[in-house]
């Protein structure tokens, strides 16, 4: 079956622009993940869903980050009047179980969305 | 504080030769530990994890890994590199439902 897709794959924006990156997890999956990877860096954790129900957004770095997964299914993660710091690429993970025990949820990722804003 | 350290930014290896990639973790609890590789234009692919049981785990691709607590470690090793591992490495501690990465160790492969 297909993995996690993430739409667009390379978004270019100027400096105060919005953006929309998208993640259409694996059918069926419960729980989407968002991080972020700067460059030289591992993925960092942003926000977590259950079903359509945001569970953590301890890790957005601001108020110009939201995230929404309205039916319990696709993601979109939304960056508002963005900055050059912002720049990155950003990733999607889902599972199959509803979080709680990981030893149950092994989280898929997508091939992200390289974000550059000039 | 949960960390994951990848004291090896770069390595590289001639093909053939054998392969250790260091991580250590720091986690207040029992770790889900985790190695995933990224390749160029792809997503991150889990090699190998480690919940509980055996400390020596077996994973994709002829990797394995070994859980160490008392040193808080948990090395991948593959006995013979080919070149297809180029790629980058990464380490990773899982609690309840969020991964905590290191920076990630890029592997070269010399033919």
């Known amino acids: 079956g297909a993995g996690v897709s993430q739409s667009p794959r390379y978004k270019v924006t100027k400096r105060g622009q919005d953006v929309a990156l998208r993640c259409d997890p694996i059918s069926g999956h419960v729980s989407l993940y968002w991080y972020r990877q700067a460059l030289g860096q591992g993925p960092e954790f942003l926000t977590y869903?259950?079903?359509?129900?945001?569970?953590?957004k301890s890790g957005l770095p601001n108020d110009r980050f939201s995230a929404e997964r309205p039916e319990g299914s696709i993601s979109t993660l939304t960056i508002q009047r963005t900055e050059q710091r912002d720049s990155a690429m950003y990733r999607c993970?889902?599972?199959?179980?509803?979080?709680?025990?990981?030893?149950?949820?092994?989280?898929?990722f997508g091939p992200g969305t390289r974000l550059t804003v000039l | 504080a949960q960390s994951v350290t990848q004291p090896d930014i770069h390595i590289t290896v001639s093909e053939g030769a054998s392969l250790e990639l260091r991580c250590n973790y720091s986690?207040?609890?029992?770790?889900?530990l985790f190695w995933y590789v990224q390749s160029p234009g792809q997503g991150l692919q889990l090699l190998l994890k480690y919940f509980s049981g055996d400390t020596l785990v077996q994973g994709i691709k002829g990797f394995e890994a070994e859980f160490k607590r008392s040193q808080s470690s948990f090395n991948l090793r593959k006995p013979s590199v080919h070149w297809s591992d180029a790629a980058e490495y990464f380490c990773?501690?899982?609690?309840?439902?969020?991964?905590?990465f290191g920076t990630g160790t890029r592997l070269k492969v010399l033919a």
């Open positions: 993970a889902s599972t199959p179980g509803g979080g709680g025990d990981l030893s149950y949820n092994e989280q898929f």
């Open positions: 869903f259950n079903y359509e129900a945001q569970q953590d």
């Open positions: 990773a501690v899982g609690g309840t439902y969020k991964y905590i």
């Open positions: 986690y207040g609890a029992t770790p889900y």
